[in-house]
């Protein structure tokens, strides 16, 4: 892929370095000659100016890329990045980085947002998962909510234990997508029956979370 990304901080080359690891094609966009520092991403192509500007991402070939990540430590800028990126170089993927959790309901399709990640909310969602047992934990959010990546680890006393994926009665709009069990992530097949521990991973629409805690717990 050919992937630009807004913001040359601790996050943006964070990414930029995963990225060029798995031979992707890397623009860096830095407004801040104190942070422009090729040297720590050399495989990264770095442009130095303003993302917000029309100019600067002309130069950094935008058209041509298949996602835009707005990675600054600006909510304002990463929303200004992200609806020029749709609106005016057409960009098929963009995901924005959302500093302050309050400022969320704005990172929507209108601003040209396809997927809002949430540091914060991500890691309280990580420590949900490390302690509810038995509890439907919500990891990460899609299509502006629409749709989620859900995870319950089962209890010794859960409904499903010793049953078969085949027979979970599931609400439409939930989907397994994963058993995770001990080092091992088994991609669930009909036949797989259940044990005290799994943690399963489901993609679920947002108003069918309550009829799958039902369907669980």
Known sequence: MRVAIAGAGAVGRSIASELTDADHVVILIERYSGSFEPESVERADW??????????????????????????????VNLVVSLLAKEEFEVP???????????????????????????????????????GLGELVRLMTFRQ??????????????????????DLALPTGAT?????RGPTAIAPQLDDRLAPGDELLFVARAETEPQLREALS
Do not use: Y
């Not at 029309?54 to 909510?75: F, K, Q, R, Y």
């Not at 909510?145 to 085949?166: D, F, I």
């Open 47 to 76: 442009i130095l100016g303003d993302a917000c500007e029309v100019s600067t991402l002309e130069e950094s070939g935008l058209g041509d890329c298949d996602v835009v990540i707005a990675a600054t430590g600006d909510d304002k």
């Open 93 to 131: 993927r963009v995901v924005a980085r959302v500093n302050a959790p309050a400022n969320e309901w704005l990172f929507t399709e209108e601003w040209g947002v396809d997927a809002a990640v949430s540091t914060p909310r991500m890691l309280a969602a990580m420590v949900e998962e490390a302690t």
């Open 145 to 166: 909510g629409q749709a989620a990546l859900v995870e319950m680890t089962l209890p010794e006393h859960a409904r499903v234990v010793g049953k078969s994926v085949r």
């Open 176 to 180: 397994l997508v994963a058993i995770l």
